[in-house]
């Protein structure tokens, strides 16, 4: 159950409220995050949600019955719109594409990206400078001071940010660097770090973990709304399986199903979602006809000579194709 409270309802007032609640055994947890103001309640027992509605500094209450209750349709049937601010927006009919190298590489680099990203008008640069790889002796980034250069140069070409921040520590550094916090894949269940996340102003998009199931990553999720942070987005990127023609099984069916069972705008990573470059584009574009809100996908000029996962990366020439085909296709399956 979500109990909506009026935004200035007093602490006694939500006392009152949880007395009451008490009274038919439910467990509450008041939530209070920078848009709202919130109590869930879970319980066994059913009850005549009139029998509390009248008590003071309630807004509107809703039975949820999913277990995670913040990030569920149930109660908020309206889609999530993330505003990045400068007209830059994600879901509910905003369909965002968010583009770049694997990792951020240096000021060339960088500027390669941007002039591309400007001449396909894509406002939102990926790449990662704290890189979880497999092997420590692989390039594991250019850390805070290449997101500081990535920052100033993205900041001076109206291009937004979205980087991995891989442990708690690093959030506060890269606070005022970047314009959406990525979680990736090997923290979806880091309970910690997105504890964390939800005390920070900054957007957040949340990985689906490699072995996670569709429930777990709304689980984490609600762990970062009810942490106080109600800007969420959730991302596809393939599941371990026992295939092994393909880095990851990128799961199609998680998309619409996300889209049912949540509010929030859900993006598709096909790069890492297949990692094989000639065929990230069929499946970005299988992601967009299924309802994906956005596509994030690694590009460089020269995939081969990429510090990171060249071999799942698009050169421009096939993101420029791929980017209109997206479009296109956005536009058809939106109506
Ligand atoms: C990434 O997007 O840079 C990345 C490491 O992805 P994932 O966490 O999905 O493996
Ligand atoms: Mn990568």
């Excluded at 968010?98 to 590489?105: D, F, K, L, N, T």
Aim: glycine share 8%; charged share 25%.
């Amino acid at each position: 159950m979500i109990i909506q409270l009026e935004n200035n309802v007093t602490s006694d007032l939500i006392q009152s409220v949880e007395e009451e609640l008490k009274t038919l055994k439910y467990k509450t947890t008041h939530v209070k995050t920078q848009y709202g103001n919130y109590l869930i309640g879970t319980g066994k027992k059913q009850f005549d949600i009139r029998s509390i509605g009248h008590l003071n500094g309630i807004k509107d209450i809703h039975v949820v019955s999913d277990d995670y209750k913040l990030v569920s349709r149930k109660w908020k049937v309206s889609p999530t719109i993330i505003d990045l601010g400068d007209d830059v927006k994600i879901g509910g009919g905003h369909f965002s594409l968010m583009a770049g190298p694997c990792s951020i590489e240096g000021e060339e680099n960088i500027m390669d990206t941007i002039n591309f990203l400007k001449a396909n008008n894509i406002k939102i640069m990926r790449g990662g400078v704290y890189k979880p790889r497999s092997s420590p002796y692989s390039f594991r980034g250019l850390g805070i001071d290449g997101l500081k250069l990535w920052h100033k140069l993205a900041r001076e070409n109206g291009i937004k940010i979205i980087s991995e921040v891989m442990q708690v520590s690093q959030i506060e550094q890269m606070h005022d660097y970047v314009d959406i916090f990525q979680v990736g894949a090997r923290n979806t269940q880091n309970y910690n770090l997105l504890d964390e996340l939800g005390r920070v102003d900054k957007p957040v998009l949340i990985k689906r973990g490699i072995s996670g199931t569709i429930d777990e990553l709304l689980y984490s999720a609600e762990y970062v709304f009810s942490g106080g942070n109600e800007r969420l987005l959730l991302c596809e990127r393939g599941i371990r399986t026992y295939e092994k023609a393909s880095r990851n099984t990128f799961d199609i069916n998680a998309i619409p199903i996300l889209k049912e069972k949540s509010h929030l705008p859900v993006i598709a990573d096909p790069s890492h979602g297949i990692g094989i470059r000639d065929h990230v584009g069929p499946v970005a574009m299988a992601s967009t006809v299924a309802g994906a809100d956005g596509v994030i996908f690694e590009t460089h000029c020269r995939p081969e000579e990429a510090f990171s996962d060249g071999q799942q990366t698009l050169d421009y020439p096939e993101a420029t194709k791929l980017i209109d085909k997206l479009r296109m296709l956005n536009e058809v399956s939106a109506n």
